[in-house]
């Protein structure tokens, strides 16, 4: 069963609230988001300045993405409530929308 939490996610003042999905069964070191190009426009992470140019071995072969080491901050929000921000990994892959 798919688990998705509203997150509010800031980077440098620039704020977006999206839907992720939660334990996708990718294992990282400390936490990460893999968000879509469009959200990467949104938080001035698009093109890609200062990004570590990235591969990720998938079931379905490596995947070219590019990761942002401290991204920025996020929390959960549900409902009136947040919980505590918490630093990120940010990813994105260049061919999402």
């Known amino acids: 069963m798919a688990v998705r939490l509203k997150l509010k996610v800031n980077v440098k003042g620039k704020v ?5 999905l939660l334990n996708s069964g990718y294992e990282a070191p400390s936490p990460q988001l893999l968000i879509p190009v469009d ?3 949104k938080l001035d992470l698009w093109p890609p300045e200062g990004a570590l140019d990235v591969e990720f071995d998938t079931a379905g072969g ?12 996020t929390a ?6 947040r919980s505590k921000e918490v630093g990120y990994r940010c990813s994105y ?3 999402s929308r």
């Open 93 to 95: 892959i260049p061919y």
């Open 16 to 20: 977006v609230e999206m839907v992720a």
């Open 76 to 81: 959960v929000v549900a409902n009136d409530e």
């Open 39 to 41: 959200v990467a426009k």
């Open 62 to 73: 490596l995947l070219k993405a590019w990761l942002y080491p401290k991204a920025g901050r």
